[in-house]
């Protein structure tokens, strides 16, 4: 039915490899995959952001030529974060033997290719993916391409290291922890998340528990608790009733900040201004997104719980947020172009 149309991919891509993605480019063409590469492909005129969310929106996939300035480019990781939003099939081609830091987050669920050998082979994969995300048919390549065994050994050994990398990130160094965390590349994301929830459930349940241990001590009934517990047992709870407040609130009533996250707002004003921001971002997209209300809701609870509660301190707070405003307005901006060609 549509087997003159061919796939387009944006290629996400550093400068210093532009000369590589017209290389890739050329490539693909003869596999019946097109390619849009910044800024070539910007129209005359026209706003180069606009120009990148459309190529991402309108393309079968993201195509990301993985090295070591791409993996700290703030360009790079917000067309992921745009793709990301856009429901984009990641494929990350490795240019270079690493493995990513700052994209590891965005990479941990894509399936890698390699471009360090068999250069030909690598090329049939990615067409094939992009052929298979388009739903058409590779002129004169079998739709199940398979990869070399040692390609797919080698990609396997990377995607396990990215995922144990972006799971646990302070994780101790050592032989049973590296193994654990391997084996915990089969939990769904959905799944991790739920679990970090319940945790910061827990640390809510605690407090509660060592804000009411003195009055507990007092009563008669409670007289055998002291011989489990020592002497100063009262004290911690006084840290806790410490806790510093922001002078800027956020946009959430802190007496029932539950998680560690929440609590970190609460006590910074930088947080607390980017809790309010994040929240003016929610409140446009919510109001211009209509039908899509529910899955932008759903997707916000998964932010939530899967990626800001999952931090530790108050830059991996911050950093998510700022991440999570750019996308939410890239989305708000998204919906207002799709009204006006309507």
């Avoid at 959905?190 to 910061?200: D, E, I, K, S, T």
């Avoid at 929440?262 to 809790?275: F, R, S, V, Y």
């Amino acid at each position: 039915m549509t087997e003159d149309k061919r796939p387009r991919l944006f290629v996400s891509h550093h400068s210093s490899k532009y000369e590589v993605a017209l290389h890739v480019e050329k490539a693909l063409a003869r596999h019946g995959v097109d390619c849009w590469i910044a800024p070539r492909d910007v129209g005359p005129g026209e706003a180069f952001d606009t120009a990148i969310m459309k190529a991402i929106r309108d393309s079968a996939g993201v195509l990301l030529l993985f090295c070591s300035q791409s993996d700290k480019s703030p360009h790079v990781k917000r067309e992921l974060i745009l793709a990301d939003s856009a429901h984009k099939a990641i494929i990350p081609l490795r240019l270079e033997e690493i493995v990513p830091d700052d994209l590891a987050y965005h990479l941990a669920s894509a399936q890698w290719i390699d471009w360090l050998e068999k250069r030909d082979d690598s090329i049939a994969r990615i067409a094939a993916k992009a052929h298979q995300l388009a739903g058409t048919a590779a002129p004169g390549v079998p739709p199940t391409a398979a990869a070399t065994p040692t390609a797919s050994a080698a990609a396997d050994n990377l995607h396990a290291a990215i995922l144990t990398q972006a799971s646990e990130p302070a994780a101790p160094k050592g032989g049973s922890a590296k193994t654990l965390m391997i084996g915990a590349l089969l939990i769904a994301v959905a799944v991790l998340g739920a679990m970090l929830f319940m945790r910061g459930g827990e640390e809510q349940k605690a407090d509660v528990a060592a804000t009411t241990a003195p009055a507990a001590a007092s009563s008669p009934e409670a007289a055998p608790a002291p011989a489990a517990a020592t002497p100063a047992s009262p004290a911690p709870a006084e840290p806790a009733e410490a806790m510093p407040a922001a002078k800027i609130p956020p946009s959430f009533n802190c007496k029932y900040a539950a998680t560690r996250a929440e609590k970190l707002i609460c006590g910074d004003d930088e947080l607390a201004a980017l809790d309010r921001e994040l929240n003016r971002a929610y409140k446009q997209l919510d109001r211009t997104a209509g039908p899509l209300r529910q899955q932008i809701a759903a997707e916000q609870r998964g932010w939530r719980i899967g990626q800001r509660d999952t931090c530790g301190d108050a830059a991996c707070v911050a950093d998510a947020m700022r991440q999570r405003i750019i996308v939410l307005d890239s989305q708000r901006a998204s919906l207002g172009s799709d009204e006006g060609q309507q």
